[in-house]
C-alpha cells in the first residue's frame, strides 16, 4: 500500500508562488497517472492537473494553464506542482492521488484509488 503525503502548502500574496510536492512511502509509484486535486469545504472536488508515469504527457485544467506546472521524479518517488500567479480563488485544499488500473473480468475500471491527506493554499488578497 503506498502512503501520499503531501507538503508546500502555505499563506501566500495573490501573484505569489508556492510549490507543492507529493512523496510517496511504501512502495513505488507505478500508477498510471498522478494526478492533483483541490477541494474547499462544502464544494466538491477538483481535477486540477495530472502526469503519466513516464512524465511525457500532463494535462491541466483551463483555470491554471499557464500558471502551474506539474512534474515528477520516478526516482525519487515524489510528484510536484509548481504553482505561480496565483490568484485568492486558487485558495483550497490540494491533494495528490494515484491512478490506478483496477479492471477485472467484469469490466474496465480505472480510478485515483490512493490519496494523500491535503496540504492547505491560502492566497490572500
Known amino acids: 500500500q503506498v502512503q501520499l503525503v503531501e507538503s508546500g502548502g502555505g499563506l501566500v500574496q495573490a501573484g505569489g508562488s508556492l510549490r507543492l510536492s507529493c512523496a510517496a512511502s511504501g512502495r513505488t509509484i507505478n500508477g498510471l497517472r498522478m494526478g492533483w486535486f483541490r477541494q474547499a469545504p462544502g464544494k466538491e472536488r477538483e481535477d486540477v492537473s495530472a502526469?503519466?508515469?513516464?512524465?511525457?504527457?500532463?494535462n491541466y485544467e483551463d483555470f491554471v494553464k499557464g500558471r502551474l506546472t506539474i512534474t515528477r521524479d520516478n526516482a525519487k518517488n515524489t510528484v510536484s506542482l509548481q504553482m505561480s500567479s496565483l490568484k485568492p480563488e486558487d485558495t483550497d485544499f490540494y491533494y495528490c492521488?494515484?491512478?490506478?488500473?483496477?479492471?477485472?473480468?467484469?469490466?474496465?475500471?480505472?480510478?485515483?484509488?490512493?490519496w494523500g491527506q491535503g496540504t492547505q493554499v491560502t492566497v490572500s488578497s
Open positions: 492521488a494515484e491512478e490506478i488500473d483496477l479492471s477485472s473480468p467484469v469490466g474496465p475500471r480505472i480510478e485515483y484509488d490512493y
Open positions: 502526469i503519466s508515469w513516464s512524465g511525457g504527457s500532463t
